[in-house]
């Protein structure tokens, strides 16, 4: 449950937000962020190395493994990973990479298989990655099977929610995640369903878009007309957590207003009242930022695809309507989210373009602005800060404005 502490501290926050004239007392000048953090090869080859291939990644709902034997293809980080439903109704993931000399074990996007055959020799596994048969075992001496298993990739869950992370040794998901599986109790993961997902590509750096998410300050210039009317960026809250999550909470412009696309929809009583009357938008490092409801919650996922071309995966879950045909209401919301989408991405391939040309002096971030910092120090701290370029490091100044909990 979101405690009474952490409703309090944010109604409060947003009032502080809405009385100030300055930054808080203490709280200094963002350093400029390098700008070839966003385009320098060597960067980005340290970012995928050590940032997306060793961090915990939302990949898919249970949902979308309905049986035993349900299986997707996820390659989000550059490797075929494999997620798979077991008999026992795990789910696991593992690298689709067979022992022998690296066939497939599985070729399509998703389906449902018995068990996961080999295209290449006929390698047989188990739901579970063990080796199962092997085809002229004879020409095998001394073959230990046991020792040939697919290699695990670790899978955890948040609810109905399912990560993967290829760093064998990363703590736990919710050790990972901090406050955040406690703050988010308030809607339920485990009675999250899936809803819909659909992928945009776009053509900049995948860090481009992902810091558009990370503010309401361009709420006034880009969505004028759409969610400038209804939310207040002036009394928007931020909590900075550690391990480069954070929390943005913006007030709506009167308590009462209800978003004309949740009318009607099915309503978690157990949502908190900044949760049900504000907007608060949560960042799960590095790339996942869900702007939570009572009535629906978006996923918004932040993918590299080249140095210069990403995508945004956004999908939407929903408290439980009883199974069946979706409500038919859920057009309208889809409809209102992608034309905001669309707000978000105008400007993304001008952007790129700036980031690639001379005429770019980097990121001069403001305190509105500050989980953008918080973000890129992050990313530092994963990399080590000792292997990044001189030219290309952030000064680490926000620690002391990041607290583990928002109560305390
Ligand atoms: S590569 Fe899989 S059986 Fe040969
Ligand atoms: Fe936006």
Redesign the pocket.
């Known amino acids: 449950m979101v405690s009474k502490a952490a409703v309090e501290r944010i109604k409060a926050g947003m009032q502080y937000e809405f009385a100030r004239t300055a930054p808080p007392e203490g709280f200094p000048a963002l350093p400029p962020v390098p700008g070839g953090r966003y385009t320098d090869p060597e960067f980005l080859a340290l970012e995928r190395r050590h940032l997306w291939q060793r961090s915990w990644l939302y990949a898919c709902h249970a949902d979308e493994l309905p049986q035993p034997g349900s299986f997707l293809l996820w390659k989000r980080t550059g490797s075929p990973v494999l997620i798979v439903r077991g008999k026992d109704e795990v789910i696991r993931a593992f690298y689709n990479t067979?022992q022998?000399?690296?066939?497939p074990v599985v070729k399509d996007a998703s389906g449902r298989v018995d068990g996961l055959v080999?295209q290449?020799?006929?390698?047989t596994y188990g739901l579970d990655g063990r080796l199962v048969n092997l085809r002229d075992k004879r020409d095998f001496p001394d073959f230990d099977a046991k020792c040939h298993g697919l290699a695990a990739v670790r899978c955890e869950r948040l609810g109905n929610w399912v990560f993967v992370n290829e760093d064998r040794d990363a703590p736990p998901l919710l050790d990972s995640l901090g406050e955040i599986p406690a703050m988010f109790a308030d809607i339920q993961p485990e009675q999250q369903r899936f809803v819909h997902k659909k992928t945009y590509r776009v053509k900049c750096n995948v860090k481009v878009l992902l810091d558009a998410f990370l503010e309401v300050y361009h709420l006034k210039s880009i969505h004028q007309n759409t969610v400038d009317r209804f939310l207040d960026y002036r009394g928007t809250t931020i909590h900075l957590w550690p391990g480069g999550h954070s929390l943005m909470v913006t007030p709506n412009r009167r308590p009462e207003w209800e978003d004309p696309g949740a009318r009607g929809m099915l309503k978690l009583a157990t949502a908190s009242e900044v949760t049900a009357r504000h907007n608060p938008s949560y960042h799960l490092y590095p790339n996942l930022v869900t702007p939570v409801s009572d009535s629906g919650i978006p996923f918004i996922l932040f993918w590299p695809v080249s140095s210069r071309e990403m995508d945004i995966e956004v999908v939407w879950f929903a408290p439980d309507w009883g199974g069946g045909a979706l409500p038919a209401l859920w057009e309208t919301r889809l409809a209102n989210f992608e034309r905001i989408l669309y707000e978000d991405t105008q400007f993304a391939e001008y952007i790129q373009e700036s980031v690639e040309s001379p005429g770019y002096a980097g990121l001069h971030l403001n305190y509105q602005e500050r989980r953008i910092y918080h973000w890129h120090e992050e990313l530092d701290r994963r990399i080590g800060a000792e292997r990044v370029p001189a030219a290309l490091r952030v000064q680490p100044v926000l620690a002391p404005f990041v607290k583990p909990s928002l109560a305390g």
């Open positions: 067979c022998h000399r690296g066939g080999c290449y020799h006929g390698w």
